[in-house]
């Protein structure tokens, strides 16, 4: 079975810009996480899609989006890019049910905002 | 809020050596999963180990095994006969069990295995 994917693996932007992160799950799984990395702050969790819906959502600005497909590939976006969202953005799948708690990530997007 | 503390930023042990790392947790919950993970230099997070709150005994998966100490709120991590590829960037992490999906995780361990 195909593990966690994401695209693009690396992206330069400039501050003010936008961006779209791609998450493609492992088949057969419905919950679809994000998180971000970086050194000061370690990994922080911005929010978790299941079944299209947004179940939890961490403590990030509104500039931090995201959305789930009915295929549950999933895409975040960040708006108004800051230089402190240079970061590693790790997106992670689990089946999502109950008892199904094992995530399982992705290489991650390393964003460089300059 | 739950927190997640590894205390240890970092550590070094020669191959073949047992090594344990230290996570402890703060949560008011009974129901919870915890995990550790494996972050290798520049490669993908992995899951090492998992350990459900409320089974007693403690998780095993060959070389690695965990301490789980509910009523102290510890779980440590000890990985036996270390091997080079076990280097790497370890984090604890714990979740609620409550639907949504949310890890919460420490800090991580830089371990390094010597040759």
């Known amino acids: 079975k195909a593990g966690v994917t994401q695209t693009p693996r690396y992206l330069i932007k400039t501050r003010g810009q936008q961006v779209t992160l791609s998450c493609s799950p492992i088949?057969?799984?419905?919950?679809v996480s994000w998180y971000q990395q970086t050194p000061g702050q370690g990994l922080q969790f911005l929010f978790e899609?299941?079944?299209?819906?947004?179940?939890n959502k961490g403590n990030f600005p509104g500039r931090f989006s995201g959305r789930q497909f009915s295929n549950s590939r999933s895409e975040m976006n960040v708006s108004t890019l800051e230089l402190g969202d240079s970061a590693l953005y790790l997106c992670?799948?689990?089946?999502?049910?109950?008892?199904?708690?094992?995530?399982?990530f992705g290489p991650g997007t390393r964003l460089t905002v300059t | 809020a739950q927190t997640v503390t590894q205390s240890q930023p970092e550590m070094s042990v020669q191959e073949a050596e047992t090594v344990t790392l230290s996570c402890t947790y703060d949560?008011?919950?009974?129901?919870?999963?915890l995990f550790w993970y494996k972050q290798p230099p520049s490669r993908q997070m992995i899951l090492v180990i998992r350990?459900?709150?409320?089974?007693?005994q403690n998780a095993t998966e060959n070389r690695f095994s965990v301490n789980f100490q509910k009523a102290a709120k510890s779980f440590s991590l000890k990985i036996s006969d270390s091997q080079l590829g076990d280097t790497a960037m370890y984090f604890c992490?714990?979740?609620?069990?409550?639907?949504?999906?949310?890890?919460?995780f420490g800090q991580g361990t830089r371990l390094t295995i010597n040759p």
């Open positions: 992670a799948s689990s089946l999502g049910g109950a008892h199904s708690y094992e995530q399982y």
């Open positions: 088949s057969g799984h419905r919950s």
């Open positions: 899609y299941f079944s299209e819906t947004q179940r």
């Open positions: 949560t008011s919950e009974s129901n919870y999963y």
């Open positions: 350990q459900e709150a409320y089974k007693q």
């Open positions: 992490a714990f979740v609620e069990i409550q639907g949504a999906q949310k890890l919460v």
